[in-house]
């Protein structure tokens, strides 16, 4: 009972039994003075072709010995590993899968899964034929590994031999007679040797793939949250639009239903006005051909006195005082002029829509769980347009800022600003207030002959002699002259050619550490791009050069919508 728990104690623990170097159990094991064990023809042989240096070193570890360490069989690591093997001999199975490597001692119709083959007889056996390659003396020295392709496979296709020897400058397995016949001038050792050596760089490689393997995990788990995060984020925005659409559907029925409800009431009321103004005038209208009448009547007497005395009592007017001249109007001009304030209405609202949709449609195209390609047309540069306003708390004395926060000019004369300890006090230039720190994109143009495109960091220099922008290592600058383009940063200056333009378009890919530099005339040309990794976020800036000209010097972030 004891022996079968230590037998299975060791088939649990059986990974701790297999020799390093021939990666199969160990066979009359020996333990070397740093504690490694391993196989005794093994072992030997690796030190056998370290017999020239002198030096015999451990293939794991690497501890060098000096002399040759004198080898003894460690007794109770050959026990357990016996009691190992006499476990598995018992076991045999058959073959089920085709990559299994069949028994070459088994008969056609009872042949059995190989569990190891002998290097020393170029066979693979099942358990049941092994066992003699544990109980025959001279069959214990043979060389036995794990089954893992047929044996032939490890042979040389030209002398028949094995494959026990690896050519360094080829890098390929040989036999012995390869070595001597073809690469006897070649870097030649043994497969263990070889495997020793390639043991090493494979923990290491295997180091790296775990770490890719974590990295890839872990992006892995952010892509899903992220798509998870980027779905809700969809739905969000869509009953989001919903409800503003329906919003804005309702106040438009609203102003429908109050401009009917005006012009209702306002055609109540000018009806009503225009019966009583009728009214009026139908009585008027009577009254002024009754005296009409009259004095149609009067005018046909012959009765001087009776004519004196009557004419003075119709001279009087008969016109009501209440009714003013001229007050009919034409009421259709002006319910036409409210039909066209409906139709100017359409034109604002459907004007706003045409100008907000690229916004929407831009800033719906740059959402997104993966990044897409880099954008290769301005129509694409332009999904991530990022607008811009200009910091006045960073801009310099002599220069100020439009109202708007995107254009500044030059002056002659200081402006009057209170301290701030943002503002550039050497240097005629101005920070955004922006902070950017993704995909953005966004244009300059100037009307200055020298000025300056600039990135920076918030904690640029402001006042010291090493504050403009380029001149440091906290900005980069594109510095645009008549006679081309020069490219600063660190104080290093590198020209640039490129078509002249007055607007400068500047892409920046901060994750990648990408900024760029374009000329935007008929077309768009690259002009710099600067590969670099930045560590804080970065804010556009803006340069102005006084070129002695008497002219308005100006800079201007443009408005792309």
């Known amino acids: 009972m004891a022996e079968e728990q230590l037998g299975r104690g060791v088939a649990l623990d059986n990974n701790q039994f297999w020799c390093s170097v021939c990666l199969d159990l160990l066979k009359e094991p020996v333990t070397v003075q740093c504690g490694h064990s391993y196989c005794r023809v093994c072992i030997e042989g690796c030190w056998d072709l370290e017999e020239r240096k002198g030096e015999y070193s451990c293939p794991q570890c690497r501890e060098v ?79 036995l590994v794990s089954v893992t392709i047929p044996v032939k496979e490890k042979m040389c296709s030209q002398h028949h031999r094995l494959l026990d020897i690896y050519c360094k400058t080829d890098k390929k397995c040989i036999c012995c007679l390869c070595s001597i016949e073809h690469h006897c001038r070649h870097s030649n050792v043994s497969a263990a040797a070889e495997r020793a050596d390639e043991q090493v760089l494979l923990v290491v490689n295997r180091k790296k793939v775990l770490k890719r393997l974590q990295e890839r995990e872990r992006e892995l788990d952010e892509l899903v949250q992220a798509l998870k995060e980027f779905k809700s984020g969809c739905q969000t925005a869509v009953n989001s639009i919903d409800d503003i659409i329906d919003k804005l559907i309702s106040s438009i029925e609203k102003s429908r239903l109050l401009a009917k409800q005006m012009i209702g009431s306002q055609e109540n009321i000018a009806i009503a006005q225009a019966e009583e103004l009728q009214l009026q005038l139908e009585d008027e209208i009577a ?109 310099h004395r002599y220069l100020s800022v439009s109202q708007e926060g995107r254009l500044v000019t030059s002056h002659f004369r200081a402006q009057q600003y209170p ?60 510095k645009c002259f008549p006679g081309g383009y020069a490219f600063r940063h660190n104080d290093v200056l590198r020209k640039v050619r490129g078509p002249a333009s007055s607007r400068i378009g500047v892409y920046l890919d901060y994750k990648a550490g990408a900024l760029s530099f374009y000329s935007i005339s008929d077309k768009m040309t690259l002009l710099h791009r600067e590969q670099t990794s930045f560590t804080q976020p970065l804010y556009a800036g803006l340069k102005l050069t006084d070129d002695g000209s008497n002219g308005e010097r100006t800079a201007e972030v443009m408005k792309l919508w």
């Open 419 to 478: 301290h701030h300890s943002d503002r550039f006090t050497d240097v005629r230039q101005v920070l955004c207030r922006e902070a950017l720190s993704e995909r953005c994109y966004w244009e300059v143009s100037s009307s200055c002959c020298l000025w300056e495109v600039a990135v920076a960091y918030k904690d640029v220099s402001k006042a010291l002699h090493d504050s403009a922008f380029g001149t440091n290592k906290k900005s980069w600058s594109l």
């Open 65 to 143: 010995f000096q002399p040759r360490p004198v080898l003894g069989k460690n007794t109770m690591l050959a026990e357990v590993v016996g009691k190992l093997l006499g476990a598995s001999a018992q076991q045999s199975s058959p073959c089920a899968d085709p990559a299994d490597v069949a028994c070459d001692f088994c008969s056609v119709s009872t042949q059995s899964k190989a569990s190891k083959s002998c290097l020393t007889c170029l066979a693979s056996y099942c358990a049941a034929h092994l066992e003699p390659h544990y109980r025959v003396s001279v069959l214990k020295t043979h060389q």
């Open 287 to 395: 009254k002024l051909r009754e005296r009409d009448a009259d004095l149609e009547q009067l005018s046909q007497t012959t009765d001087h006195i009776h004519f004196i005395q009557t004419f003075q009592s119709l001279s009087t007017s008969c016109e009501s005082p209440d009714l003013p001249p001229g007050a009919v109007v034409r009421p259709r001009h002006s319910m036409e002029m409210a039909a066209k304030c409906a139709s100017e209405l359409k034109d604002d609202v459907e004007a706003l829509l045409t100008k907000t949709w690229p916004k929407m449609s831009a800033r719906v195209c740059a959402v997104g769980v993966v990044l897409p390609p880099k954008p290769k047309t301005r129509d694409e540069f332009l999904h991530y347009y990022r607008a811009l306003t200009l910091d006045t708390n960073t801009v």
